[in-house]
Antibody
Framework: QVQLQESGPGLVKPSQTLSLTCTVS??????????WSWIRQPGGKGLEWIGRIYTSGSTNYNPSLNSRVTISVDMSKNQFSLKLSSVTAADTAVYYC??????????????WGQGTLVTVSS | EVVLTQSPGTLSLSPGERATLSCRASQSVSSSYLAWYQQKPGQAPRLLIYGASSRATGIPDRFSGSGSGTDFTLTISRLEPEDFAVYYC?????????FGQGTKLEIK
């Protein structure tokens, strides 16, 4: 059973770059047929999809964040990563990594990490 | 971008009652690309329903989904204590995902 685990700094200063990593276990990130996504949730609020990456390196980003987001994959470490630049307090949220499968036409997320809280504050 | 609007914002019911949650899309969504999730405090969302009406693995049959086009519904036939949580709908289209704002199902 695949498992995902987010990691990274819990505190980031305004204007800096938020960097998170999602480590995948129980399966290879290089296997074909999966999109790997980042999703966030500000405290007490709803879910916002940030972006995704395919094993080929192809990416799609939420237009509202597109200019600040970079998602990459490191197959040697079985990880994918998120970088969000020029952060403000509005970027404070729990960040989740998740997987969408080709068996479901990549339409939904069956596997999620537990989430990691990132606070933007000086 | 497809905007999903969920109603009601909060639903207060008692165990054993039937819950009906609505998700309305700003434009037509393929039924294949509509999903529902349950989220409890401090936990990641859990997939309940995909393809508008198919239950995910391990989801009890008291959960059912229906709808098409712009109107979708999640029904919980008889509420169990563990069903009180926040529920989100989500759609996929044009390589983008959007979520509704959620419905909080609380114990009356």
């Amino acid at each position: 059973q695949v498992q995902l685990q987010e990691s990274g700094p819990g505190l980031v200063k305004p204007s800096q770059t938020l960097s998170l990593t999602c480590t995948v276990s129980g399966g290879s990130i290089s296997s074909d047929g999966y999109y790997w996504s980042w999703i966030r949730q500000p405290g007490g609020k709803g879910l916002e999809w940030i972006g995704r990456i395919y094993t080929s390196g192809s990416t799609n980003y939420n237009p509202s964040l597109n200019s600040r987001v970079t998602i990459s994959v490191d197959m040697s470490k079985n990880q994918f990563s998120l970088k969000l630049s020029s952060v403000t307090a509005a970027d404070t949220a729990v960040y989740y990594c998740a997987r969408a499968d080709s068996s479901g036409w990549f339409a939904y997320f069956q596997h999620w990490g537990q989430g990691t809280l990132v606070t933007v504050s000086s | 971008e497809v905007v999903l609007t969920q109603s009601p914002g909060t639903l207060s019911l008692s165990p054993g009652e039937r819950a009906t949650l609505s998700c309305r899309a700003s434009q037509s969504v393929s039924s294949s690309y509509l999903a529902w999730y349950q989220q409890k405090p401090g936990q990641a969302p859990r997939l309940l329903i995909y393809g508008a009406s198919s239950r995910a693995t391990g989801i009890p049959d008291r959960f059912s989904g229906s709808g098409s086009g712009t109107d979708f519904t999640l029904t919980i036939s008889r509420l169990e204590p563990e069903d009180f949580a926040v529920y989100y709908c989500q759609q996929y289209g044009s390589s983008l995902y959007t979520f509704g704002q959620g419905t909080k199902l609380e114990i009356k």
